[in-house]
């Protein structure tokens, strides 16, 4: 009988980058063109512009005169991005917990990135007829409570910056469709401390969230609670807005603890 061995497929350009950016973290040390090239035995004419590319995402960090690269800091950002999601979640989830147990209504927390906000936990209702809340959803700042809070807790240059470049896509009939309106919108939330989604989102679903904040108030991502639409009466809103709000107060003060003392 015939052996078939399997085989992994490389990707040349995939590989060289992981090579420069192990070889230079193992090192610890800027190295040059000339380094680089010999240490991984890779052509200089074909490590030039892999070295421009990483260069100009900041990837890597070019310094003239010694004419070196290391590290630069949008590979240390992504390394904190990683390890601060995995943080959060362990410090949200059992407020989370707490936050279904007291309202029986699906909660999530929705970290910040950049031009949407990406459900990083949830806890679903125990509730028949629930929404659930599936890790690693992404929403669009605009259309849904979680981005419109965060939003509205941006400091105001960078939401600024925001509402300059996006574009308004209508998810639902309730989707908002102007900047104008929008900016209405975040003014108050800014002012309630909360942002609603009412179908903006999807059709029949209630959202009500709040931001969560760094030491610094600068918002990390937010925190929610989600209803069916039928089921959403006064009572169930006041419930949800006391209990998001000591969910929201309790994931903020082990934000801060997990931060240590501030320098």
Avoid: W
């Amino acid at each position: 009988m015939s052996r078939i061995k399997a085989r992994t497929v490389s990707v040349k350009s995939a590989d060289r980058v992981l090579d420069v950016l192990e070889l230079l973290t193992r090192r610890g040390k800027a190295m040059s063109h000339t380094e680089l090239s010999l240490a991984l035995g890779i052509p200089k004419s074909s490590l030039t512009q892999l070295l421009r590319n990483l260069t100009e995402r900041s990837y890597l960090a070019f310094s003239p005169g010694p004419n070196t690269y290391e590290p630069g800091p949008a590979f240390f950002a992504l390394l904190r991005q990683g390890q601060e999601g995995f943080n959060l979640a362990a410090l949200a989830r059992p407020v989370l917990e707490k936050l279904t147990a007291a309202t029986h209504e699906s909660s999530s927390f929705n970290v910040y990135r950049k031009d949407y906000v990406e459900r990083l936990c949830g806890v679903d209702s125990p509730q028949a007829l629930t929404y659930r809340m599936t890790t690693g959803t992404r929403f669009m700042l605009y259309s849904s409570s979680a981005g419109k809070a965060v939003l509205a807790a941006l400091p105001e240059n960078e939401r600024e910056r925001y509402l300059a470049r996006v574009r308004l896509e209508r998810r639902t009939e309730a989707t908002v469709a102007s900047v104008a309106e929008l900016r209405r919108q975040l003014a108050k939330i800014a002012k309630a401390g909360v942002a609603y989604s009412r179908g903006e989102y999807l059709p029949g679903i209630v959202a009500i969230a709040a931001a969560v904040r760094r030491p610094d108030g600068y918002p990390v991502g937010a925190l929610n609670v989600v209803a069916p639409s039928i089921r959403f009466d006064s009572a169930l809103e006041a419930l949800c807005l006391r209990e998001l709000k000591t969910a929201t107060s309790a994931l903020e003060r082990e934000v801060h603890a997990s931060s240590g003392p501030s320098k």
